[in-house]
DNA sequence: CCTACCGATCGGTAGG
DNA sequence: CCTACCGATCGGTAGG
């Protein structure tokens, strides 16, 4: 039933992938407007018009540096944080990995998604949204877990849900910004401890040890 | 004594104003690097070669954007705040200034220096150093004034200033965020009342009231 | 995957 | 402040 086609000509094609590896990294320094075509081809010793062939338009080409992003994202952060059980334990893996994937220099830009959701900010159009759903789902993940961790009991029933998500992820963004300017690797245990701070405020079995 | 060239041929002609002023507005949206001089000269009804004639290179108009953006920051956000005490009461009018700021919409794209300083992150030269230094300058006013606030006793002696500076621009980043991408007004409020719980968690006497 | 192109735009210059 | 221009690079196409 599979279609060798599906694997071989495009999502399975070692050139293919390799190019979106190196346009990936060029766009989480560079942003994914700064990502061109003819310096991605030069740099991969490929024509431009090769290159060009495998997505038709600049435009794809950034949704699917996008896509790749996301793919890794998923495989350092999101699925790591799986074998935790849900609530406090998993929302906490999944900070601790976040931090964990600057600190890896997993993008030579910091976090990729950081970049291009501001640079994506006040603009329109189908990166935007693309974008815009991935944070989305990211915040919806931290709050999700978060509501799990209130419905078993860990942390106080009126804690905020989405004031603590909104601190959690605002913490993230200034730990990459600070990283990225200023190769200030402290601030990343600086950053965990902001965190689990702002957990334990609202944690109600004190005896739970996170870090 | 005074020069007349100084405030009639460079910084104080109407064109030379008028064309900064465009372009930062162009730059808090698009980022320093997606002002370009053909565009800027095009939306002023201007040649080229003689917007280029005022800066010299590109680069020297990167450079007094920044410098511009800096001037209409100190005078929307920091000069404000001076009217207040030093210590709690003036940080406190720095970030609520800030906020207002960006709820004002003093920038199209928000806060100019969160969109240039993530943009210039990962690079290199003299565009990094300036913005590193006044977003440096800027941590630093947090951090003194949250030192005035603990020799004056207002806040708790063992509160860790460099990690509530990090949080409080944390915040900040994380609600010119939101508030752009998602044009979610509320997220001022949201972010004024995390500011306020970070600074009511270390205050000794409560009967001091921010908001 | 390539060579050879296209028109548009880039930053910048010459000369007035 | 302008017109007229420069070489380089942009995204994209034709044709193989």
Redesign the interface.
Known sequence: MSNIKDTKTQKGSNTYNMILRKAVDIA??E?L??VSIGRLASELNMSKSGLFAHFGSKEQLQSKIIDIAAQIFNEEVIKPAESHQMGLHRLWSLMDNWISYLERKVF???CFF??V???????KGELHEKI?KI?SDWRNRIINELNTAKGNKQIIKDADI??LA??I???????N??F???NDKE?CM??R??ILDLLN?VIIDKSIKLS
Chains 1, 2 share one sequence.
Do not use: L, R, V
Request: contains cysteine.
């Open positions: 989480s320094i942003g407007n700064g030579p830009g910091g950081s970049t959701t501001i640079e994506y900010d006040c603009k815009g944070m989405y004031k909104f601190e992820i605002s913490i993230g963004m200034g730990a910004w600070i990225n300017y200023y601030i600086q950053a401890k902001s405020a």
